[in-house]
């Protein structure tokens, strides 16, 4: 009988062995399987060229050219859904140095039509902004005023206010 249990028992840790090592070996070659295609997703994303906003360093990085244009201090919002809308690539700097600081844009040198296509847009959206701002419109502040003069000039009943005791 103990010999039976003995036998019994080394059995089943040779069996549990077994199981924990083909675990463990599944694991490992599904972790090398993941880790190389992790590996390969970031060579594809370092390889291909970042698209949209960016940095002058990486603009000028991708080797294709690069023209700049200044553009006013209003409206870079703007600027920047629209130049998104076209698919440019672009990069914006900030010059502190003038008041109000201005902005330079700098762009692919091969996106001379998009860029022309963007700066249309943009100039049309800055030159309807200024028409709607020369318009003179008064402001809330001054309508406000002008509804309190005249509820302060109307002549107000006074309240009634009567007791009545109830029993």
Same mark, same amino acid.
């Given at each position: !009988?103990?010999?039976?249990?003995?036998?019994?028992?080394?059995?089943?840790?040779?069996?549990?062995?077994?199981?924990?090592?083909?675990?463990?070996?599944?694991?490992?070659?599904?972790?090398?399987?993941?880790?190389? *295609?992790?590996?390969?997703?970031?060579?594809?994303?370092?390889?291909?060229?970042?698209?949209?906003?960016?940095?002058?360093?990486?603009?000028?990085?991708?080797?294709?050219?690069?023209?700049? !244009?200044?553009?006013?201090?209003?409206?870079?919002?703007?600027? @920047?859904?629209?130049?998104?809308?076209?698919?440019?690539?672009?990069?914006?700097?900030?010059?502190?140095?003038?008041?109000?600081?201005?902005?330079?844009?700098?762009? *692919?040198?091969?996106?001379?039509?998009?860029?022309?296509?963007?700066?249309?847009?943009?100039?049309?959206?800055?030159?309807?902004?200024?028409?709607?701002?020369?318009?003179?419109?008064?402001?809330?502040?001054? @309508?406000?005023?002008?509804?309190?003069?005249?509820?302060? @000039?109307?002549?107000?009943?006074?309240?009634?206010?009567?007791?009545?005791?109830?029993?």
């Amino acid at each position: !009988m103990q010999e039976e249990v003995s036998k019994k028992t080394v059995q089943f840790a040779v069996n549990g062995t077994k199981l924990t090592a083909k675990f463990l070996w599944k694991a490992l070659v599904a972790f090398k399987r993941h880790h190389d *295609k992790k590996k390969v997703e970031r060579e594809v994303k370092k390889n291909t060229p970042k698209r949209g906003k960016q940095t002058v360093k990486q603009l000028v990085g991708q080797g294709q050219g690069v023209s700049a !244009m200044e553009i006013g201090d209003s409206g870079i919002s703007d600027f @920047k859904r629209i130049a998104n809308k076209y698919g440019v690539d672009f990069a914006i700097t900030k010059d502190k140095t003038v008041d109000p600081p201005k902005y330079t844009v700098f762009f *692919k040198a091969k996106d001379a039509d998009a860029i022309t296509a963007v700066l249309k847009e943009y100039a049309a959206k800055q030159t309807k902004r200024k028409k709607s701002q020369q318009k003179e419109r008064p402001s809330i502040l001054q @309508k406000l005023k002008k509804f309190k003069e005249l509820v302060a @000039k109307t002549a107000r009943q006074p309240k009634e206010r009567r007791k009545e005791q109830e029993r």
